[in-house]
């Protein structure tokens, strides 16, 4: 697909009327904005997105068409934001979440899509925060 000025926004391939192969969608200026792949209408192996100067902003990894394996989450400066696994497209095991110096935010677990056992917050400085649920963390 094109814009109007003639640029390349989107290319996707088909089989049969269904997505298949490599699925792309630009910037105006061509860079790369997003990236995936389908095998029949199925979204199979990993979803970036890329900000304009082409670091990735974001990553999913899909199976099936259900998100699975690890999910990472980028700040601009390409430090990493958060991480963690996924399983029938539910959060599952250790996520954790950084400020954007690179000091760690949070940890904890999730079973099935919920959080469960301790979690911990940290502030910019790497001290104990309270959590959402007003305890206090511990290290």
């Known amino acids: 697909r094109w814009n109007e000025g ?5 290319e996707r391939g088909y ?15 061509g860079a790369l904005r997003q990236r995936a792949t389908y095998q029949h209408g199925v979204q199979e192996g990993p979803l970036t997105a890329y900000a304009p100067d082409g670091t990735p902003q974001w990553e999913f990894v899909y199976s099936g068409g259900e998100q699975v394996g690890r999910r990472t989450f980028w700040f601009e400066s390409g430090q990493k934001r958060s991480e963690g696994i996924y399983a029938n497209g539910k959060p599952v095991g250790v996520h ?12 904890g ?10 979690w911990h917050f940290w502030d910019a400085q790497g001290r104990p925060i309270a959590d959402p649920d007003g305890d206090v963390a511990r290290r």
């Open 15 to 29: 089989d049969r009327g269904l997505e298949h192969g490599e699925w792309r969608a630009f910037y105006e200026d």
């Open 109 to 118: 677990r999730y079973r099935e899509g919920m959080r469960v056992g301790s």
């Open 96 to 107: 954790k979440t950084w400020h954007e110096g690179g000091q760690l935010a949070s940890q």
């Open 6 to 10: 003639g640029e390349l926004v989107r």
